[in-house]
């Protein structure tokens, strides 16, 4: 096609783009003002979609058909196809990144939610549904009044967070699959505008496309010499399938995701947007995936380029399009796509299969049949963005997921009654930016930490403390002597997207610069006890604030959106209980001696390797995964389980049961029994409220084995829920269980299996025997 032609198409869609931002209108196809539409079978709303779809593919050329296979798709005027942007990002907000929204017209804002790291740390399903109804409809405000090319969105981004220093850790729902997945579903459920339930799908509509990402083990962006770009991963079949794979499934399957991205690096030598297995044979095989596949941008030409897995720009087309993607990010496809059908690389019939995918999710968004705003979400408008109930969700959501990691004799909350005097100290204490974390958009509020606090205190004193979060130079005589003078300090510290982000991981685990010295001086000269409040993604080493003494108390926010501030300063004087808890394993300093190209999740004793995530790493701990204290104290007790034995040989001949060394298990084919399906257990605990403060509790239920062996996890969680406790109440939760699908694990060859003995349900400190037999 060459670059000529390529930079053509970019100049026609930019002119397209603002002839739709003047008339204030969405760009959509079939305008059935035209009277050509009137001709097209495939601008007939009444027939299926898959034969509109075959129509339209028949129509076009060889030439418009390869311009349709990148993210900037132009306008087809002949056939009254408008131009597409397939670029658009919503990972916690509609997003200023991408190419989609411009944000410089009528709408100049989204509410920005907090970070997915802090958002899962709330455990709360229900809220992240909600959220992801909040974007989707914000999403579909934008695109209505005319600020948007298209209504795909590339997120959520559901890689396993593995490991500390990934600075991209804080866009995920962190360390634990179920979580991952249980977040990809939900999300992927709000934004496209199906039922919490997901039955409200059946007729295909979208009220906007999510796209989980990034398929698959991508958890590296630039550590030590090594990239994302050239980067092979060698992960084992095992943890393929307990670890890395089971959120894309949940999100294909459960969450019926219209998108997924594949990523850069490659798996045991092959490119994820090249690996035919990975694409066809598995996400829409095994998993009956029914959407687009998009490439991460520019992923296809570092096949060739970079990778030189391809040894023509050729041959990469091929790989990726055989393979199963369908949109390029990048120009890649339009410039040899027609090279590549002329050396009979590539079959017209190929690129017609993707653009089958391609066509399909546009006609599922509703933009082939007429003007969106006459249409089923067309009463969607400018005024339900920044809606007020979107900007208190977003600080419910912050205030939900806030962890208290200490409180030594019940310091916080601050009292609201007594006059006092309050310093507040820190890089972090005054801006807004760093609450929104990455892949942000422009919040509808900015309020910082100390504007928050000052509303609470009228005589509040500021010191930055360091000039920036790298800390290079502290102020600390100055912080000290502020210090000295307050009632109470807050320090709020912690990192911010110039230590950890996209393209950039983290080399150690401690704070930045000299924040630990400043920190440390400052407690030692205050009054009294002092507030740490820490901001960032990724998990710190501060062992040495969890000791000291005068460090009363420790809040981690993650990067909390635009109402971090007014959530931390509800929470330091009491009008909210924090309830989250960690979502990640918080790693001492010294694990940075671990490779972080070693994909390996179990632990290796021989080589004192210490494996990765609470699920198999068997080293010290800053903080547990799960961790999380509150204003109040609760306990647990199994009021009830409905059995605690299974003998599973019934389920199956006994040719099925198979040994291991002096262990039997049930392997992967009986686990899909009908019977093994059917198979329920049901577990009731009661929460118990102790103390004087209502709160809301997030509730883990871990599956514990008797005993290490055969590469098992030390534990894994099976299931969470929130429960709403007033002061002095208790609740009873119930859980429901799946044997098969809860007690199993991967063996070597990644297959799910149930291994006999006695297994341990444990909530708290609470343990429950179940007994498996063979």
């Not at 339930?197 to 698959?216: I, W």
């Not at 996400?283 to 687009?292: E, H, I, L, M, P």
């Not at 309830?579 to 179990?602: A, E, H, Q, S």
């Not at 199993?744 to 400190?765: C, F, K, R």
């Amino acid at each position: 096609m060459g670059e000529v032609h390529s930079h053509r198409i970019k100049i026609l869609l930019l002119i397209e783009f603002l002839v739709y931002a003047e008339s204030n209108g969405p760009p959509y196809s079939c305008d059935s003002s035209n009277p050509l539409t009137k001709s097209f079978r495939f601008c007939d709303a009444k027939l299926p979609i898959n034969k509109r779809v075959q129509d339209l593919i028949s129509r076009l050329t060889l030439d418009e058909k390869i311009s349709q296979l990148v993210n900037t798709a132009p306008a087809i005027p002949r056939l009254n196809i408008s131009a597409y942007q397939w670029w658009s990002e919503a990972l916690h907000g509609v997003s200023r990144h991408g190419k989609g929204i411009r944000f410089n017209g009528s709408i100049a804002s989204a509410t920005m939610f907090p970070q997915v790291i802090l958002t899962a740390a709330s455990f709360d399903a229900s809220l992240w549904y909600r959220i992801g109804q909040a974007i989707g409809e914000e999403a579909r405000g934008v695109y209505n009044a005319g600020e948007a090319m298209g209504m795909t969105f590339w997120a959520p981004n559901i890689n396993i967070f593995r490991d500390p220093r990934w600075g991209r850790g804080q866009e995920t729902p962190g360390e634990d699959p179920l979580v991952a997945g249980e977040y990809a579903v939900t999300y992927v459920r709000g934004i496209q505008g199906d039922s919490f339930e997901g039955t409200q799908l059946k007729d295909g509509h979208l009220k906007a496309s999510a796209c989980c990402k990034h398929f698959t083990a991508h958890d590296l962006d630039n550590w030590n010499g090594f990239d994302r770009y050239m980067f092979d991963a060698n992960v084992t079949k095992q943890d393929l399938a307990d670890t890395y794979q089971p959120p894309f499934k949940s999100c294909v399957q459960k969450g019926q995701a219209s998108g997924i991205m594949c990523a850069y690096n490659r798996v045991n030598g092959v490119p994820n947007c090249a690996d035919y297995d990975l694409l066809t044979t598995t996400a829409r095989g095994q998993w009956g995936f029914n959407g687009y596949i998009a490439s991460d941008c520019d992923a296809v030409a570092i096949i060739h380029d970079n990778q030189g897995y391809a040894k023509l720009p050729e041959d990469a087309v091929a790989d990726v399009l055989k393979a199963g993607m369908d949109v390029n990010c990048g120009s890649y496809l339009m410039k040899y796509t027609k090279s590549a059908v002329e050396k009979k690389k590539v079959l017209e019939s190929d690129i017609d299969r993707a653009l089958n995918n391609l066509f399909l999710m546009r006609m599922r968004l509703g933009l082939f049949n007429g003007d969106p705003k006459k249409l089923e979400f067309g009463n969607i408008g400018p005024d339900h963005v920044c809606s007020q109930k979107h900007q208190d969700l977003a600080l419910e959501a912050a205030k939900k997921g806030i962890v208290l990691l200490k409180n030594s004799a019940n310091l916080l909350p601050f009292s609201k009654i007594n006059a006092m005097s309050l310093t507040v100290i820190g890089p972090n204490a005054n801006t807004s930016q760093t609450f929104l974390g990455n892949y942000e958009g422009f919040p509808c509020k900015n309020i910082t930490v100390l504007q928050a606090l000052q509303k609470y205190v009228n005589h509040t004193t500021y010191h930055e403390g360091c000039s920036f979060v790298n800390c290079t130079n502290a102020a600390i005589d100055k912080a000290v002597h502020l210090a000295k003078e307050a009632d109470y300090v807050v320090l709020v510290m912690g990192l911010d997207q110039t230590q950890e982000r996209e393209k950039h991981d983290r080399t150690d685990l401690e704070l930045p610069g000299n924040q630990e010295i400043l920190i440390t001086s400052v407690a030692q000269a205050a009054k009294g006890p002092v507030i740490l409040v820490l901001l960032c993604g990724g998990p710190v080493d501060i062992s040495f604030a969890k000791g000291n003494p005068k460090i009363g108390s420790i809040l981690w926010a993650g990067y909390p959106g635009e109402a971090g501030g007014t959530a931390l300063a509800e929470i330091i004087f009491g009008d909210h209980n924090p309830g989250g808890r960690l979502p990640v394993t918080w790693y001492p300093k010294d694990f940075i001696k671990v490779p972080m190209t070693d994909m390996r999740m179990r632990p290796d004793p021989s080589t004192g390797y210490p494996g990765r995530t609470y699920r198999f790493y068997n080293g010290p701990k800053v903080f547990e995964f799960g961790f999380g204290l509150s204003y109040t104290k609760y306990s647990y007790h199994y009021v009830s389980v409905s059995r605690n034995k299974f003998f599973l040989d019934r389920l199956s001949p006994k040719h099925a049961v198979q040994n291991s060394g002096q262990v039997r298990f049930l392997s992967d084919s009986e686990l899909e029994t009908k019977l093994c399906h059917n198979m329920k257990l049901s577990v009731s605990v009661r929460v118990d409220n102790h103390g004087e403060i209502d709160g809301k509790h997030p509730v883990l239920l871990f599956l514990k084995w008797d005993g290490l062996r055969n590469g098992n996890l030390r534990k894994k969680l099976i299931g969470f829920k929130s429960v709403s406790l007033s002061a002095g109440k208790n609740a009873e939760i119930e859980f429901v269980l799946n044997p098969c699908k809860h007690f199993s694990t991967a063996d070597e060859n990644g297959l799910m299996v149930i291994q006999e003995g006695t297994h341990y349900l444990l909530v708290g400190d609470e343990e429950y025997p179940i007994n498996l037999v063979l």
